[in-house]
């Protein structure tokens, strides 16, 4: 694990380049449309049209949903946090990937209802609060983050997007749920490919899909075998108690799917939040220097950057029956755009919005979701970017933005966002 976690390998440039990723993904966007934003927001909570068509921008298509659909975007925190509580009138099923089986391949994602709850069941246990600043951390994250400063001390200059937020999630994820070594790359490039972007050939995505489910399969079949202390093992453990109320273990088929969606998660949102928060640190340094004379603001500093600049800013879901959101009528069958960017930045609920500032009063934002569908890994999340701080400012007391660099900026898509690069001297 320590060679492929420290070395220089060109595979982590290709897979955590969020310029690279958007452009692929045909979803690029240059400007900050916050400005915009705030303007739709000020005219009204809830738009017809899709939230690209209301910014002026090329559509993209996310979703394959058989039939054409009217497209509502929701912009204020109020309605966002009702359509995503009310996860009965606004599914999650338009989540779901087609697929020869027509399997739930995205697991909880696009379940609703007593269905999600029964599965959640059987991850949620691993991913509370205590078991993150406990096994995760002993297990996993410290040693991690341990070896990444060494590394680094031995440098005067560093780009901690590259070679430290990207690395200390990805490699959590992998080894959590039982894969080692080189496998962390492997599996996280066929994952990327595997994916429906717009540049990749589809006999090369359909390749790259049967090196995702072949690893998984694998992996469940060697730990049933030789059982560990990691995730895939424990869902071999658990049992799901399903909404007719029988109860069975998980099969291999569900365990691998779950464990895909551990890595989805966990090996991407998590890095470019990281880096996020970074950005807004270095850049700002009285808040930079509070932190660091009162390591109790890491937290604040952490949840202010979710506020702020969240890394995955919409969520679109199936409006199953006529429904009410901000005043506006949404008719059964359309799609909703839940604008969580948007909504975290709504003037109503917080003061000067659009400002980064850790010492602001503490309130839920959407940055993680609310309700029956919040992040299941927010919790690990944290736990990666507290350690990596704390780490950092411990090591490198002088940590700054290197002037020689060029300057850090947000890009990536409309609907994933991170930085650009994080090039800091050290000393």
């Known amino acids: 694990m320590a060679d492929v976690l420290t070395r220089d390998d060109p595979l982590y440039e290709q897979l955590y380049d969020v310029r690279r990723e958007a452009i692929e993904m045909g979803n690029l966007v240059e400007e900050d449309v916050n400005p915009k934003l705030a303007m739709l927001r000020a005219q009204a909570q809830v738009h017809k049209g899709s939230l690209r068509e209301l910014l002026s921008l090329p559509e993209v298509k996310r979703h394959k949903l ?9 912009l204020s925190f109020a309605a966002c946090e009702k359509a995503f509580r009310e996860n009965g009138r606004f599914s999650s099923s338009i989540v779901h990937h087609p697929n020869p089986g027509d399997e739930q391949t995205m697991g909880i994602l696009e379940m609703d209802g007593l269905q999600h709850l029964a599965y959640r069941k059987t991850l949620q246990p691993m991913f509370i609060k ?9 297990r996993w994250i410290n040693e991690i983050v341990e070896m990444l400063i060494a590394r680094m001390r031995t440098q005067d200059r560093a780009e901690l997007n590259l070679e430290y937020c990207a690395r200390v999630p990805v490699h959590t994820v992998t080894r959590a749920i039982g894969m080692e070594g080189d496998d962390a790359l492997v599996f996280r490039n066929a994952l990327i490919r595997s994916s429906e972007v717009s540049h ?3 006999e090369v995505r359909a390749e790259a899909s049967e090196t995702v489910w072949r690893m ?8 049933r075998a030789d059982p560990g202390d990691d995730v895939v093992s424990k869902l071999i453990e658990a049992t799901v108690q399903l909404p007719d109320g029988s109860e069975r273990p998980l099969n291999d088929r569900e365990i691998a799917i779950n464990s895909r969606l551990v890595m989805v998660a966990g090996g991407g949102t998590s890095w470019r939040q990281f880096g996020i928060t970074l950005w807004a640190l270095l850049t700002r340094r009285d808040q930079l220097e509070a932190v660091r004379a009162d390591r109790s603001l890491v937290d604040a500093a952490i949840e202010e950057s979710v506020r702020w600049n969240v890394t995955a800013p919409v969520f679109s879901r199936l409006v199953t029956e006529d429904s009410e959101l901000g005043g506006v009528a949404i008719p059964a069958g359309s799609v909703v755009e839940l604008c969580t960017g948007s909504a975290n930045r709504d003037s109503t609920r917080w003061e000067n919005a659009d400002e980064y500032d850790l010492h602001r009063p503490l309130k839920p934002h959407l940055g993680f979701g609310i309700g029956q569908h919040q992040c299941l890994g927010m919790n690990v999340a ?4 507290n350690v990596g701080i704390n780490a950092l400012l411990d090591a490198f007391p002088d940590i700054r933005l290197d002037p020689d660099q060029p300057a850090p900026f947000l890009t990536g898509g409309l609907e994933q966002r991170g930085m650009s690069a994080i090039p800091v001297l050290l000393r």
């Open 200 to 202: 990749i050939l589809p």
């Open 66 to 74: 058989g039939i054409a659909r009217q497209t509502y975007t929701v």
């Open 382 to 385: 944290r736990s990666e970017i």
């Open 216 to 223: 998984l399969a694998e992996l469940v079949a060697s730990r």
């Open 130 to 138: 205590p078991r993150t600043l406990t096994w995760w951390r002993q």
